[in-house]
């Protein structure tokens, strides 16, 4: 057996009768302890006549290659578990890792996601929403490809595969205008100014439906609900206030919103019609058949994980924007009028 020539901790502890994690911690300059100055000079010098080396620590992540980091809201969404789950599927046709990251619409969540990103310099990054720090992910997709699934926020300098969600709100309105509904609530999670679909999907209802009337929560009444269906429990609880004034018609600004609506009317017994965003799979139950506007969620998961790996493979400057049609799906839970009424 060959002898061991290389310095350890352990050998300068046996040197010095000094503990060898109090070796470990004055060579690796621990800030958060302290030892007697006397220590310290024993040690370094020791280790330094002995030709101690500290060992060279390579960074984790230092260089994620084929790595694709997703940043959503809440995965407890099924419409983010959807588009995530055809990113994924997409990706592994290439063997390119996909690590999801959900910020809960947090400031906090998404400044650390921002800072750990730098660290970890992924193949490219995908965003499922509106960002709020848009100068921060400027100055990122600079280093790294970045693209945004969705509304897209006027000054973000990045790829996008776009959704335009006045004609989502458009498409509903007409729908249920043609149904003889006059009466239309619609229900949303927080409207503040940089959630830009919910606000759009209202403008573009109202823009067909002008008496239609908003309800939302504050975001301290929504951030009170279980995280794991906070949506549905919006729909639910402001649609149950507001059972009185007898819409004809409700609308969810996305379908698990819409799923607490028709859970609340079901259980007071009141019919109407409701519809939502988004065609997640449950809207499609037997049980549910939620009239809903499909955008593509899945195919823009997929061509977004194609236009960040054909990046890796060009210098091309040209930012890509893509936007994708949007689809009424028609189903069981909305009816004309006079069903409603007679009812």
């Not at 002898?3 to 010095?16: H, S």
């Not at 209202?202 to 309800?215: A, N, P």
């Not at 929504?222 to 609880?237: Q, T």
């Amino acid at each position: 057996m060959g002898k061991r020539n290389k310095v350890t901790t352990r050998d300068i502890a046996l040197a010095t009768h000094v503990s060898q994690s109090t070796v470990s911690m004055i060579l690796s300059d621990n800030k958060n302890v302290s030892f007697k100055e006397e220590t310290v000079k024993l040690v370094k010098n020791t280790a330094k006549q002995m030709g101690y080396k500290k060992p060279v620590v390579k960074k984790r992540y230092s260089n994620s290659k084929n790595t694709i980091v997703v940043i959503c809201a809440n995965l407890s969404n099924s419409y983010y578990s959807m588009v995530v789950s055809s990113i994924i599927q997409q990706a592994s046709k290439t063997k390119t890792q996909i690590l999801t990251i959900s910020t809960l619409r947090k400031d906090e969540l998404e400044k650390h996601a921002i800072t750990h990103l730098k660290t970890i310099k992924p193949t490219g990054i995908i965003l499922l929403y509106p960002p709020k720090f848009v100068d921060e992910w400027n100055q990122l997709s600079k280093q790294i490809p970045c693209i945004i699934i969705g509304d897209k926020p006027k000054n973000l300098d990045c790829d996008s595969i776009e959704l335009n969600s006045f004609k989502c709100g458009k498409l509903l309105g007409s729908h249920l205008k043609q149904l003889g509904h006059k009466k239309i609530a619609y229900i949303s999670s927080p409207l503040d100014t940089t959630e830009i679909g919910r606000n759009e999907r209202y403008e573009g209802v109202k823009s067909i439906l002008r008496d239609t009337q908003v309800f939302f929560s504050s975001s301290k009444q929504f951030e009170m609900y279980a995280i794991e269906k906070r949506e549905y429990e919006n729909g639910y609880h402001l649609t149950k206030q507001i059972l009185d004034n007898q819409f004809d018609a409700y609308i969810g600004n996305n379908d698990m919103t819409a799923l607490g609506i028709l859970a609340c009317l079901k259980d007071n017994n009141i019919k109407a019609s409701v519809a939502g965003f988004d065609n997640i799979p449950e809207a499609n139950f037997p049980q549910i058949q939620l009239t809903t506007v499909d955008h593509g969620g899945c195919e823009k998961g997929m061509e977004a994980v194609d236009i960040l790996l054909e990046q890796t493979k060009s210098e091309r400057k040209r930012i890509v924007h893509m936007e994708y049609e949007p689809q009424l799906i028609i189903r069981l839970s909305t009816f004309s009028r006079k069903k409603s009424s007679s009812q």
